[in-house]
C-alpha cells in the first residue's frame, strides 16, 4: 500500500495536469480558408427582363458583400448624364438610375470587379446584368484591349464606348451611345448593342463628359466594326475539391464577334495656348511662360523710357527652351537695368474660345526693387551710427562664368561641354587649347571646336572629338577667350579628364524581322522602363555601343515619318501613334562584353510582349494567391485568362466574351 504522503503527491500531479489541460483548451479551428466570390442569387429587374419601368435596380448574393470605389468601376450604359447612387447593405447592391429611363432602350449595368465579400474580400470579377425598357433586348457585343501607345502599359479603368453616327466629329460632340471601362488587364467588353455598324473609342474622360475633349488620352479603331455572334463549342476540365482533374465537359456557347479589337491610346499633346507667368526675377531678366508649346515667338516692344517702340531684340539677348514655351530675355541695355519699372506690349498667339490661335495684344508692367540698396542703406546707417569709418577697399575685377559640364571622366562617345552663366556674345576658338599626358609630359594636340548645339540657347557650347581611350587630357581656355552680353569675360580656365576604356562598356545587336520594309528604331531601356540609348535598324540590325554593364530592356517603333522620334497620333487626321512592340527578355550586359539577339517583332501577342518586370499596371492577385512562377518567366502572366477563341494577335481575354449564355445565369461567371 501507497502511504497517505504519496497519494496527495499522486492527486497532486493528476490535478496539475487537469490545470494544463484546461489552460491548453482554445476555440476550434474554421476550417480552410474562404476562396470563393460572393454568388449572384437574384436581381430586380431579373437578367434580361422587358419593359422595365423602374428606375430602382437591386442585387442579391449569397453572402454579405462590399463595394470598392464603386463610383468608378461600376458602369451604367448608356451614360447617365446624372450620377446613379449606388449603395450596399448586407447581401444587396442598390443602383438608383436618376435619369429618365429611355424608351425601347437596353440596359446594361457593369460591376467589373467592383463587388467582393465582406469578410475576406474575394473579389466578383466580370458581372453585368442587362434589362430592356422595350419589348425586345439587344444582345451583340463586342471585345477588345486597350493599351498605351507608347508604352504599351495595360490601360486601367479607361472608357470604352460605340458611336453608330459615323461621323469624324461625333468622338468631339456627342456622348458614347453604349460604355464600359477596362479591366486591370486593359480587357473590354461592350455589351447589348443593336445589329449596326459602329465606330469604336478609348478614352480617359476626365470631365466625365463621356466624349473626347483635346487634352485627354485617347484611342480609336481604324476601321468600322459590324457585331455579330455564331455558335461555338468549348470544352471545360471538370476539378475535384482536392485538386485533381477529373473530366472533360463540352457545351454550346454563343460567341460575338469581333473579340480581338486593339486599340492603343496617345495624347495628342494639345495645350490651350496663353500667357502662363511673367515675371522680372532679377534687375536684368524678363521672363515669359505659355501655357503651350509654339513655333513663333511673341512680338513684344518697350513701351516707356528713352527707347519706347523698340523691339526687344534690340535690347535683350534671348535664351529659349527648344520648344519656345519658355522664354529668358536677358536685358543688355544698362539704363534699362538701372530703370526699376519697365512696361511692354507684347502681342502673342493666344488660344480662343473656339480653340483657335489667335494674335492678342496685352500691356505688361515689370517692377524690380533690389533687396540690396537696402541691405547696404542699413549698413551705412549702423556705421554712421556707430563712428565707423568706411573701408576703402578695391573690389576685385569681375569676370563672366564658365565651367565644363561634361565631367572629370570621360565618356568615348561624347564631347566636351561648356556652360557659361550669362549669354556670351564672342568666342575666340583660337583661344582654345587641348593637350594629351604621355610619359608626365603635356602635349598639344589639334584643338576641339565648340559650337552652340541649339542657337537660342546662347549659354551652351558643346565639341565633338574622337577620344584615345584610357588617356589623360587637359582643356585650357585663355582669358578673355569668352566675352558675354554684358562685356564681361572669363578667367583663365584648366579642365583635367580621362577617358574610359573601350572595355568599360557593352554593347548590344538586335537581329529584327518582321518589319517588311519599314523604317525602325531601337530604343534600350533602363529597368525603369526609360530610354538610355538608341539606333535605328539598318537593313535589319541595330546595334547599340558604349552602354554601361547592367540589365537592360528594349523596344523598337515604328518610324513612319522618318524623323527618328517617336509620333504621336492625330483624331482629326485619323493617325494612330506610331507602332511600338516590346523585346520579350531583360538583356544582361557586363564590361566588354558585346551580345547579339534574334528578335521577330511579331512572334508574341501584344500583351505578352512587355516584361513583367518593368511593366506597371500588373494585375492585382486576388487575397492568398500566390505568384508561383519562376524568377525571369515573364511569358506567364494568368493563364486562367486564355480562351481557345481569341486572336493570337490581341487576346481580349475578358472571361465574359467566350461566355455567351448559360443556364445558370445570362452572363457565365467563370
Given at each position: 500500500?501507497?502511504?497517505v ?65 464603386a ?28 435619369d ?15 463587388i ?41 479603368g ?90 472533360l ?11 480581338d479589337?486593339?486599340?492603343?491610346w ?69 539704363s534699362?537695368?538701372?530703370?526699376d ?125 574622337e ?11 585663355d ?26 562598356y ?9 518589319l ?11 529597368t ?37 522620334k ?18 520579350p ?86
Open positions: 500500500m501507497r502511504s504522503k504519496q497519494l496527495r503527491l499522486l492527486l497532486a500531479m493528476i490535478a496539475a495536469a487537469v490545470m494544463v489541460a484546461c489552460a491548453n483548451m482554445g476555440r476550434p479551428e474554421g476550417g480552410p480558408r474562404d476562396e470563393t466570390p460572393p454568388v449572384y442569387v437574384r436581381s430586380n429587374p431579373s437578367l434580361g427582363q422587358l419593359r422595365v419601368t423602374n428606375n430602382k435596380i437591386t442585387v442579391d448574393f449569397d453572402e454579405n458583400i462590399t463595394l470598392d470605389d463610383m468608378n468601376k461600376i458602369v451604367v450604359s448608356p451614360a447617365q448624364r446624372t450620377t446613379p447612387a449606388i449603395t450596399s447593405n448586407a447581401k444587396r447592391v442598390t443602383i438608383e438610375l436618376r429618365t429611363l429611355l424608351p425601347n432602350t437596353t440596359y446594361t449595368i457593369d460591376f467589373a470587379d467592383a467582393k465579400d465582406l469578410n475576406e474580400g474575394n473579389v466578383l470579377d466580370g458581372l453585368a446584368i442587362d434589362f430592356a425598357t422595350g419589348d425586345t433586348i439587344d444582345t451583340l457585343r463586342l471585345s477588345g484591349m486597350v493599351f498605351e501607345a507608347r508604352t504599351l502599359e495595360p490601360a486601367q479607361m472608357l470604352v464606348g460605340v458611336y453608330s453616327n459615323l461621323s469624324d466629329t461625333a468622338i468631339s460632340t456627342l456622348p458614347f451611345e453604349r460604355i464600359t471601362k477596362t479591366n486591370q488587364l486593359g480587357e473590354f467588353t461592350i455589351r447589348n448593342l443593336k445589329a449596326g455598324t459602329y465606330r469604336v473609342y478609348a478614352l480617359n474622360d476626365v470631365n466625365r463628359d463621356y466624349h473626347w475633349d483635346r487634352s485627354e488620352d485617347v484611342a480609336f479603331y481604324d476601321v468600322t466594326v459590324s457585331p455579330t455572334s455564331e455558335p461555338a463549342t468549348v470544352t471545360d476540365t471538370l476539378t475535384r475539391e482536392n485538386g485533381v482533374r477529373d473530366s465537359v463540352t457545351r454550346n456557347i454563343t460567341r460575338f464577334l469581333p473579340d479589337l486593339l486599340l492603343t496617345f495624347n495628342e499633346g494639345y495645350a490651350s495656348q496663353y500667357l502662363k507667368d511673367y515675371k522680372r526675377p532679377e534687375r536684368n531678366k524678363i521672363t515669359f511662360q505659355f501655357g503651350a508649346k509654339s513655333d513663333t515667338l511673341p512680338i513684344i516692344r518697350l513701351l516707356n523710357t528713352h527707347r519706347a517702340g523698340d523691339e526687344i531684340s534690340t535690347w535683350t539677348a534671348l535664351d529659349a527652351s527648344p520648344t519656345l514655351d519658355t522664354l529668358t530675355y536677358w536685358i543688355t541695355d544698362t534699362l537695368v538701372a530703370l519699372s519697365i512696361t511692354l506690349e507684347a502681342t502673342y498667339l493666344r488660344t480662343d474660345t473656339t480653340d483657335n490661335l489667335v494674335w492678342g495684344t496685352d500691356t505688361l508692367k515689370f517692377n524690380f526693387r533690389s533687396p540690396k540698396k537696402k541691405e547696404e542703406k542699413e549698413k551705412k546707417k549702423r556705421k554712421k551710427k556707430d563712428g565707423e569709418e568706411e573701408e576703402d577697399s578695391i573690389p576685385p575685377v569681375p569676370h563672366m562664368e564658365l565651367r565644363v559640364t561634361s565631367g572629370s571622366s570621360q565618356e568615348l562617345n561624347m564631347g566636351l561641354a561648356l556652360g557659361a552663366g550669362t549669354p556670351v556674345a564672342r568666342f575666340d576658338s583660337t583661344a582654345v587649347h587641348l593637350e594629351m599626358l604621355v610619359d608626365s609630359t603635356w602635349y598639344p594636340i589639334t584643338r576641339p571646336t565648340f559650337s552652340r548645339p541649339e542657337p537660342l540657347h546662347p549659354m551652351v557650347y558643346t565639341a565633338p572629338y577620344w584615345e581611350e584610357g588617356t589623360k587630357y587637359k582643356l585650357v581656355i582669358s578673355a577667350a569668352m566675352v558675354d552680353v554684358y562685356g564681361l569675360d572669363n578667367a583663365r580656365l584648366e579642365h583635367e579628364f580621362t577617358t574610359k576604356k573601350s572595355d568599360d557593352s554593347a548590344v545587336s538586335f537581329n529584327i524581322s518582321g517588311d520594309g519599314r523604317k525602325a528604331v531601337v530604343e534600350v531601356l533602363s525603369s522602363d526609360a530610354p538610355v540609348a538608341s539606333a535605328p535598324v539598318e537593313g535589319n540590325l541595330a546595334t547599340i555601343e558604349y552602354l554601361k554593364p547592367g540589365t537592360y530592356y528594349a523596344r523598337l517603333f515604328i518610324d513612319a515619318n522618318g524623323d527618328g517617336w509620333t504621336t497620333g492625330s483624331i482629326a487626321d485619323s493617325i494612330q501613334p506610331e507602332e511600338v512592340y516590346y523585346y527578355k531583360k538583356v544582361t550586359l557586363k564590361k566588354n562584353w558585346t551580345i547579339e539577339q534574334s528578335w521577330d517583332i511579331n512572334e508574341l501577342p501584344v500583351d505578352k510582349q512587355k516584361p513583367m518586370e518593368i511593366k506597371k499596371n500588373k494585375p492585382k492577385r486576388k487575397k492568398g494567391e500566390q505568384d508561383d512562377r519562376p524568377a525571369g518567366d515573364e511569358d506567364e502572366e494568368d493563364d486562367f485568362f486564355d480562351d481557345p477563341f481569341m486572336n493570337s494577335a490581341t487576346r481580349s481575354g475578358n472571361l465574359l466574351n467566350s461566355g455567351g449564355y448559360d443556364n445558370d445565369y445570362r452572363y457565365r461567371n467563370y
